[in-house]
């Protein structure tokens, strides 16, 4: 088999965005953080999920995707629905998979397509395209070429892993991984949870960094870029865009970070037995801290977190309302 290199050039403002991401890495380490917070792991792999599976059209809320995670009954359709279980299972596979391994990457295929598609955890057998309204606008490789060009692929990863920096490698192989489309569905999904992967080697902290999230809030961009990249014939566009997210959303939990260490223990005591969005009544969260007095957490706990804006009051004109719910921001 030919060696393939797939075309990219690394320029000086690649560089430097991986040098900003690196020292932010460490300037936050995030890695303890959410060691010691599985509330703040769980919310950031439900806010990956939601984005990625809300990138492809789906149309269930945050709410109803922690719903179906948590096991609780969901009024919705049902394909819908069983996208998350699937999508939860395969990010749950994360830490036990070599991502530089096409078998897993067909396991995990597998399970993110479960029940939803005929052609789960297989290369595709038909032709497909990418479609504006009735207009093709990209037409994949032949579906004889996918093994081939997958093996290719993931060939060079072995290869390029030792010299090219993962946040590149990373890059490239998202990119590639869309341009051949190897799959009959799913090929975005598993293109953002294998960059994720991929990362995640690296550094274990992105196994619970919402990337797919910070590039759901770009969406259009990030289509735009890969078509720009499709007629440009190279992946540099595509690099740069991921890099830029990717440094945008470490500068966010970098500022998060600071301002956590500048709150009170009790506060983020309180912060750490609440999960994002979801309302809480006084007395619920007062036994999860196992307090007595409303006075005290009134004014230790709930009251600086709100000034802080970190939680907010469902029903903010009623401070005293019996309707009154608490939700972390």
């Known amino acids: 088999m030919e060696r393939y ?32 917070k599985p509330h703040l792991r769980r919310n950031n792999r439900i806010r990956s999920i939601h984005s990625s599976l809300k990138i492809e059209e789906n149309s269930l809320s945050l709410g109803q995707v922690r719903d179906v995670i948590a096991g609780r009954a969901v009024i919705g359709d049902r394909k819908e629905i069983q996208e998350v279980k699937n999508a939860y299972a395969a990010y749950e596979m994360l830490n036990g998979i070599n991502p530089y391994s096409i078998t897993d990457l067909l396991t995990l295929h597998g399970v993110m397509t479960r029940y939803t598609v005929d ?9 497909e395209g990418v479609f504006s309204g009735e207009r093709c606008i990209f037409m994949a490789p032949p579906a004889r070429l996918v093994p081939q060009l997958m093996e290719s692929l993931f060939a060079w990863m072995g290869e390029a892993r030792e010299t090219v920096h993962p946040l590149i490698l990373s890059s490239v192989f998202h990119y590639e991984f869309v341009f051949i489309h190897p799959f009959s569905d799913g090929n975005g999904r598993m293109a953002r949870l294998w960059h994720t992967a991929l990362l995640a080697q690296w550094k274990p902290v992105f196994a619970y960094i919402p990337l797919e999230n910070q590039i759901e809030k770009f969406r259009e961009d990030y289509y735009r870029v890969i078509a720009e990249c499709h007629k440009a014939g190279n992946s540099d566009l595509f690099i740069e865009f991921m890099l830029e997210q990717t440094d945008r959303l470490l500068g966010e939990i970098s500022v998060n970070a600071d301002e956590e260490r500048a709150v009170s223990e009790y506060v983020k005591k309180l912060l750490s037995v609440m999960e994002y969005g979801v309302p809480y009544t006084a007395s619920a969260i007062m036994k999860k801290l196992d307090l007595k007095s409303k006075e005290t957490f009134r004014k230790h706990y709930m009251g600086p977190a709100i000034a ?7 029903v903010p004109d009623k401070p005293t309302s019996r309707n009154q719910r608490y939700i972390r921001k």
């Open 119 to 127: 052609e789960a955890g297989t290369f595709r057998k038909g032709e």
């Open 5 to 36: 290199i797939p075309p990219y050039s690394i320029t000086d403002a690649m560089l430097a965005r991986v040098a900003s991401v690196s020292e932010k890495l460490g300037r936050i380490g995030a890695l303890h953080s959410l060691e010691s």
């Open 308 to 314: 802080l804006g970190m939680a907010e009051m469902t």
